[in-house]
C-alpha cells in the first residue's frame, strides 16, 4: 500500500493561516495521507536567524496543527545542527519509511523560484512531486504571480533530463506572509485573521516579535 505524504517545510516564524490553508488544499487534491510541517533550523539561504525560538516556533506549530486530522509536525531540522538542507532531509525521510510512501513537497512560488539554489536541486526534483502555490511574489519580483511557463522554465533550467516526478501549480489561496505577522505584532495590530487564535495567544502570551527595549 502506498503512503502519500505531503511536506511543508519553512521557517514558520510563525506559523500563519496561509499554511494551513495550502496544506489543506493539498491534502484534498491529492488525497494525502498526512501533511508533515517541517520547521527547519536556519535556512541556507537567509542570512538573519529566526525571530522567534527554535522551541517557540516549534511549540506554535503544535498549537495551530494539534485538532487538524492528519496534519504532523517533525523536528528533525530543529534537532540537526546547521543548516537546514531539504535534500538531506527528505532522504531521510525516505530511508526511515517502512512503508512505500509517495512524497509531494508544498510551497510557494516565490520559494520555488529560488530551488536552483537549493542543495543537489536535481536529486531533489527526482525524489518528490511538487505543489506549487502561485502566491503574489516579492517586490524584488516585480510583484508578479507564476506562470506556467515560468515554472516549467525553473524546471527545464535544472533537469537534464525527463522528470520522474510530477509538478502541480495551484492558484493562490492566501498571501499571508509571517513578515507580515512580525509587523502587525510589533505595531501592536490585530493578527487574528493570520493566524489561528492559539497561535495569536500564545504570541500575545510570551510578547513575540516586539522591538522593546
Request: net charge positive; aromatic share 8%; glycine share 4%.
Amino acid at each position: 500500500m502506498v503512503v502519500k505524504v505531503g511536506i511543508l517545510g519553512g521557517t514558520f516564524d510563525p506559523i500563519h493561516s496561509g499554511h494551513l490553508l495550502m496544506a489543506k488544499e493539498a491534502m484534498n487534491r491529492f488525497n494525502l495521507d498526512k501533511v508533515l510541517f517541517v520547521p527547519n533550523r536556519q535556512s541556507p539561504l537567509k542570512k538573519k536567524a529566526p525571530r522567534a525560538t527554535n522551541s517557540h516556533r516549534l511549540n506554535m506549530l503544535e498549537l495551530a496543527t494539534d485538532e487538524i486530522a492528519g496534519f504532523e509536525v517533525s523536528d528533525f531540522e530543529i534537532r540537526k545542527k546547521g543548516p537546514s538542507y531539504t535534500v538531506d532531509t527528505i532522504k531521510r525521510f525516505k530511508e526511515k519509511s517502512i512503508q512505500d510512501t509517495q512524497l509531494y513537497f508544498i510551497l510557494g512560488a516565490d520559494s520555488f523560484l529560488s530551488i536552483d539554489k537549493w542543495k543537489n536541486p536535481s536529486l531533489l526534483l527526482s525524489l518528490l512531486n511538487f505543489c506549487v502555490f502561485r502566491r503574489l511574489l516579492s517586490e524584488k519580483n516585480s510583484g508578479k504571480i507564476l506562470s506556467l511557463e515560468e515554472l516549467n522554465r525553473v524546471m527545464s533550467s535544472i533537469m537534464n533530463e525527463k522528470k520522474q516526478t510530477e509538478t502541480t501549480l495551484f492558484e493562490p489561496v492566501s498571501n499571508i506572509s509571517s513578515s507580515q505577522v512580525r509587523q502587525f505584532t510589533e505595531q501592536r495590530k490585530s493578527i487574528s485573521v493570520l493566524v489561528p487564535r492559539s497561535v495569536e495567544e500564545y504570541i500575545l502570551r510570551h510578547r513575540l516579535y516586539r522591538n522593546e527595549k
